[in-house]
């Protein structure tokens, strides 16, 4: 009887272990307006976590808190907490150098440097004077492979980078972030430029890529959430409405707004 | 008058402002060459003055020209630089904003008599560094500051925000972002308007007449504190001897050389400015 009981309390011990980011009450201001309300979630491990909601809803804004890009953002201030792998984020002290090699992000537009293709895969890697040649074309074939890029710019790494379409500097971007070997990804709607093959190839990639990371992905396309996302989080006027299992909250989701929102994409709040 | 004619009426107005500014350029332009091109031969540009400069070529004049300005870039440029790159990425107060544009427009709209008055007091008498052309190149970097901070600012300002945030959320810090993403890319408006800047310091004569040139007499300087003798201030000494031919003559040519180099200069920051605009569209 003793061990049954046990059981599930063990189970509830190892999930909360398998959630590497934790957010507690987080909110957020810029200047007067209240971008987020009471944020409270947490994203599981090795997941793809999707956050959606309407446009202007905060997503981006919840996303971009995550390694503190928004930090640089004028007349921002944030109260709550973010824990990372059991450290809280927000500590003033904290080396955000470091936290966002961990915590990498690619951002919605293309945003390649005007560099040859090869340096922009290595560009976020420090020390790069110490790697040797071998070392650094063995680290660009590897990201560039992880990312389905290498066929197609193989035979030309030393091209410039603003010569490939928007879909493959989107990928060249993906493949910057895995260079510095993340954690977790964050994507803010990265194919929302991109045309609907480019946008697949990324979605699919996606899915291969959790076996190794954990997946933060904002999107206002709800079809791409259907699609990739193990855990949904709904989000509409900077409120949690609601999050869990991604099947459960398109099929018998338990708020009457998400349910209006996977089935009509229309949201009252 | 109906309202075709009125058209028509501004069409002329403003094709005649037009050709009244193109002519004015090429009447000047035609006198300095018409009057200036017989002075130049190579004689003229490799010979040094003599006969107080009514006489000879003007090779110590272009080379103590082209020093004032060179240094004065030199000096110029790091302090451009720090200013454009600390009111672009460091400066998040709109009052402190205000006040550093402020004082930028003002040092800009200072005549340069009052940098030339400033230089001798200050530098010459207070410091006691003689009449140099050092100091002459000091007083002209503080005179194009204004022009190479604000064009340096504008390049390094207009660069996306996404540009910061991609190379930030690399991992890169703060200075690294500055050193490796920004500077690589704003650094032809700091080019742009330092030849903008130099173009203008190559023909400033007040500033530096008393604190950095002399007359006639003067060679190769052999070190900091000695005085050189420039290109505009050399034509106004030979303007002052109006009624010999030959001096009048030479400060034609010496306007034709001056005036030429400050076409390349100018030409130069079109093409590098027109370059950058081709790339950044690509």
């Not at chain 1, 909601?53 to 971009?64: M, Q, Y």
């Not at chain 1, 293309?110 to 922009?120: D, G, M, Q, R, T």
């Not at chain 1, 030393?158 to 993340?182: E, F, M, N, W, Y």
């Not at chain 2, 340096?152 to 490796?180: F, H, M």
């Amino acid at each position: 009887m003793a061990e049954k009981a046990l059981k599930p309390m063990l189970s509830v011990v190892e999930k909360t272990q398998d959630k590497i980011i934790q957010i507690k009450d987080l909110q957020i201001w810029i200047n007067e307006s209240r971008i987020l309300n009471n944020i409270t979630l947490s994203i599981p491990k090795n997941e793809i976590t999707c956050i959606i909601g309407p446009s202007g809803s905060g997503k981006s804004t919840l996303i971009r808190s995550i390694n503190r890009i928004n930090d640089e953002v004028p007349g921002i201030s944030t109260q709550g907490e973010i824990i990372f792998n059991g450290l809280s984020i927000n500590n003033k002290n904290i080396d955000l150098a470091q936290l966002r090699t961990q915590i990498g992000m690619v951002f919605q537009k293309p945003c390649v440097f005007p560099k040859s293709i090869k340096e922009n895969v290595l560009f976020g890697i420090p020390h790069l004077k110490k790697i040797s040649k071998l070392e650094k074309f063995q680290i660009a074939e590897e990201n560039l492979k992880a990312v389905s890029l290498w066929k197609e710019v193989a035979h030309r790494l030393h091209d410039k980078a603003i010569s490939l379409s928007l879909g493959q500097q989107q990928r060249l971007c993906i493949a910057r972030t895995l260079a510095i070997k993340p954690e977790v990804i964050l994507l803010d709607e990265p194919t929302s430029s991109l045309d609907p093959i480019s946008a697949r190839a990324i979605e699919d990639m996606m899915v291969r890529l959790k076996k190794k990371y954990t997946i933060i992905f904002v999107t206002h396309n709800l079809q791409q959430a259907k699609r990739i996302a193990d855990n949904l989080v709904f989000i509409c006027d900077g409120k949690l409405i609601e999050q869990g299992p991604a099947s459960k909250m398109l099929s018998c989701p338990s708020n009457p707004e998400t349910k209006a929102y996977v089935t009509d994409e229309y949201c009252e709040c | 008058m109906n309202r075709n004619m009125k058209n028509r009426l501004f069409y002329i107005s403003i094709g005649l402002a037009v050709t009244i500014c193109s002519l004015i350029l090429l009447f000047l332009f035609g006198i300095i060459i018409w009057n200036g091109l017989p002075a130049i031969s190579l004689d003229f540009l490799t010979n040094s003055s003599t006969n107080f400069g009514a006489d000879g070529g003007i090779v110590y004049q272009i080379f103590g020209s082209i020093l004032l300005i060179l240094f004065a870039a030199l000096i110029c440029l790091p302090i451009a630089l720090g200013t454009a790159i600390y009111k672009s990425e460091y400066l998040k107060n709109e009052i402190l904003h205000k006040i550093l544009n402020t004082l930028i427009y003002s040092l800009n709209g200072i005549p340069s008599i009052i940098f030339g008055i400033f230089g001798l007091i200050f530098f010459v008498n207070l410091l006691n560094m003689g009449i140099s052309w050092i100091v002459g190149s000091i007083i002209l970097s503080i005179m194009i500051l204004p022009t190479v901070t604000l064009s340096t600012y504008q390049a390094i300002n207009s660069i996306p925000t996404v540009y910061r945030e991609s190379s930030s959320a690399l991992g890169l810090n703060k200075w690294q972002v500055i050193v490796q993403v920004l500077l690589p890319q704003g650094f032809h408006g700091a080019v742009t308007g330092l030849l903008i800047g130099i173009a203008r310091a190559i023909g400033e004569t007040a500033p530096i007449m008393f604190i950095a040139t002399a007359f006639s007499g003067v060679e190769l300087p052999s070190s900091f504190l000695e005085p050189v003798s420039t290109l505009p201030t050399h034509i106004l000494a030979l303007a002052q001897q109006a009624t010999n031919p030959v001096a009048l003559q030479n400060a034609w040519g010496a306007s034709l050389v001056l005036v030429m180099l400050v076409i390349i200069f100018s030409i130069s920051a079109l093409f590098i400015r027109l370059r950058h605009q081709s790339i950044s569209k690509s």
